[in-house]
């Protein structure tokens, strides 16, 4: 297809969702007008953005500009494999959030559905732009505008203090990492053109791609990406607005956040470090490497202990961001190791896992809207059983917890073992230590993926299995048809991904070749893995499903030409009753336990014995990030005081301004004269 027209349709996608963002303010306390107009119309949009994004990565590159008045001032855009793949992501997975949200908003959300539907699809509009942009002003444009949009959909419910805390912490958050990346874009764009030539040439990622940037600063500019983009995938440790925001905003933006938002970050990352800067540096490979890791485990024993259903899923996502983070750190790795090969594997494997959680993790917070609107209950202590109230959402979840817990047969387990089959080739490195580093972090990338599979039972089992721990759930249901067709397409999505790993890998080799020159291996057909060779490791999900239903029907023929056909019913085994109260079952706090002593040293933990003289003791506790709470607490109280010495310098008088006024200028003089 013609590049140029896919960039055209691209383009017109943007200014559609632009549109109906107007559109839906003309009236904007109609519910009918948004859930039956303005977001079934965003979800047409969402999938021809992700057609032509799909088509986009089979074309060459294609390029547009559009000139700003008589300044000279260009604004430009681009779209490559690179960008067609992103686009693909953020339009299959926010048509999902959007057939959603079409039955999911509605009066009582803290603000006018049509409010809210001009935020949702001016967000959806920026982050495409980002993905988009070719220069560094429409870059930053998009994604202010981004940040903004998000922002105010946090703050949905500004009515109650947390929401207001949390949004303040997320734009303060953003605003530093947009700082960061506009000096790096600064940095780069005054290196790309010489002082004698047009400066606004050096804008253009163009310029920047074809400069010859001294060591300095391409180091630098590397430092200011790694922070602005960290910032807001939620890198470890620049990640504590996440936890706070999600679980503030309504669910479908919980969802557009966590599975979209967070992917351009890392989009940006990587069109920064390959393709602008082109790094190839074992240092940066290795901090990335360390830092994902670590995040990781530590965002993972944090879920694991969490009682909020949508804190324990920001959780996991910080979780998932830092598994991403590591995937990238390995291909830096590999890459300033000269083994293209094996980049390529640990790139392919970064790729698969960001597109997979963009489909399951979007399900699992539109399910958690979804058991918050039936059931008026965010805390896993008051949940239970809800599997024979909400059947479509419960099986639905379950095929997306069973994809985050990395299982066989779902895309989470193909992208943890492409990652873990790049982490065993690292006797290939040169050097013995590194190596063993390396082979350290295969380590620690099979305890997180316990630890992610231990959080998801959790989540899974406390709110849908067993019975109900609250009187008021017994009359849960599942929602609408819009918000069924919404987690169903999710649902098929993520299980298709893990079904027929080699055609997303055949995608992710024509996204691979531009960046690194070379391209992972692809098995045969559209099912079989084989990234290394056929004889070292090699996996077909497909084959492992008719085998299982090979078996399973083998079983119930053997049963039923045994014990014959006739059903017997029996009284349940005694120690499988559970008389008495329903809070006899294991809790949230219960599963746990374990992970909270076992990473102790990573929680902040206040407890509160009850008292045995109470007629009906309370134990409470509350866990803190202690980054947040020492470390950025810490912050916070220094730019406070600094405030206030500042405060009480500006309360001088006119008298104190005309000292101040000459202090400088003598301070002035005494530094020309030296």
């Known amino acids: 297809m013609n590049p140029a027209l896919l960039l055209a349709v691209e383009l017109g996608a943007v200014v559609v969702w632009l549109l109906l963002g107007l559109a839906a303010l003309v009236r904007p306390h109609c519910t009918r007008c948004s859930a039956h107009g303005v977001f079934p119309a965003g979800a047409v949009v969402c999938g021809i953005v992700a057609v032509a994004g799909l088509l986009a990565v089979f074309a060459p590159p294609a390029e547009a500009s559009l000139g700003l008045g008589a300044s000279g001032f260009v604004l430009r855009w681009r779209l490559d494999s690179l960008s067609g793949f992103f686009l693909l992501l953020i339009g299959a997975s926010s048509l999902g959030s959007s057939v959603f949200a079409s039955g999911y908003f509605r009066d009582g959300e803290g603000a006018p559905p049509g409010q809210i539907a001009c935020l949702y699809h001016v967000f959806l509009a920026a982050m495409a732009l980002v993905v988009l942009a070719a220069d560094a002003f429409g870059f930053l444009l998009a994604w202010e505008l981004m940040a903004v949009a998000s922002y105010l959909l946090v703050l949905t419910r500004d009515d109650m203090p947390e929401v207001r805390d949390a949004g303040f912490l997320y734009l303060l958050m953003a605003h530093l990492g947009g700082l960061c990346l506009l000096l790096m874009f600064t940095l780069l764009g005054h290196a790309a053109v010489p002082q004698s030539q047009d400066w606004l040439q050096g804008l253009s990622f163009d310029a920047m791609r074809h400069a010859a940037l001294p060591p300095w600063v391409a180091a630098a500019a590397m430092l200011l990406a790694v922070l602005g983009f960290g910032a807001k995938a939620g890198l470890v440790p620049l990640h504590a607005w996440l936890p706070e925001a999600h679980p503030a905003a309504p669910s479908p933006v919980s969802a557009l956040m966590s599975a979209v938002m967070l992917k351009t970050a890392m989009y940006a990352l990587l069109r920064t470090s390959l393709d602008l800067l082109h790094v190839d540096s074992m240092a940066w490979g290795l901090l990335l490497l360390a830092l994902g890791l670590a995040g990781a485990l530590g965002a993972a024993a944090h879920a694991a202990v969490q009682d909020d259903m949508k804190r324990l899923l920001a959780y ?15 291909t830096l790795v590999f890459r300033a190791a000269g083994l293209p090969a094996l980049a390529a594997l640990a790139l392919a494997a970064m790729l698969f896992h960001l597109l997979h959680h963009a489909m399951v993790k979007n399900l699992l917070f539109l399910a958690t809207g979804s058991v918050m609107h039936a059931t008026s ?21 379950l095929a997306a917890t069973l994809a985050m817990a990395g299982l066989p047969l779902f895309g989470g387990f193909v992208a943890e073992w492409l990652l873990l089959q790049a982490f065993v080739q690292s006797p290939a490195l040169p050097q013995a230590l590194l190596g063993m580093l390396v082979a350290l972090g295969a380590a620690l990338l099979v305890l997180v993926a316990a630890l992610a599979a231990y959080v998801m039972v959790k989540f899974y089992g406390v709110i849908f299995l067993g019975r109900a721990r609250e009187p008021g759930l017994q009359a849960a249901h599942d929602p609408g048809w819009a918000q069924r067709a919404g987690l169903l397409w999710l649902a098929v999505a993520g299980v298709a991904t893990g079904l027929f790993p080699g055609l997303v890998l055949r995608l992710i080799r024509l996204v691979e070749l531009p960046l690194l020159g070379s391209a992972v291996a692809t098995g045969p057909g559209w099912s079989r893995l084989a990234p290394i060779s056929a004889q070292r490791a090699s996996f077909d999900p497909l084959a492992l499903v008719l085998l299982g239903l090979a078996l399973a029907a083998a079983g119930v023929l053997a049963a039923h030409s045994w014990r014959g056909a006739r059903i017997r019913r029996s009284p349940s085994w005694a120690c499988g009753e559970l008389p008495g109260s329903p809070r006899m079952q294991d809790s949230a706090e219960g599963f746990g336990q374990p992970v909270r002593r076992l990473f102790a040293p990573l929680f902040d933990l206040h407890v509160q014995a009850p008292d045995p003289q109470q007629a009906r003791p309370v134990y409470r506790e509350s866990i803190a990030d202690p980054l947040r709470s020492r470390a950025y607490a810490a912050v916070a109280r220094g730019v406070l005081g600094a405030a206030r010495l500042l405060g009480r310098v500006q309360g001088v008088g006119m008298a104190g301004y005309l000292i101040y006024t000459f202090g400088t200028l003598l301070l002035l003089l005494i530094v020309v004269l030296r």
């Open 316 to 330: 996991s996502s910080i979780e998932n961001m830092g598994l991403a983070f590591a995937a990238f750190g390995l």
């Open 377 to 397: 209950q965010r805390s896993l202590g008051r949940l239970g059983g809800l599997l024979q109230r909400m059947p479509w959402v419960g099986w639905t979840t």
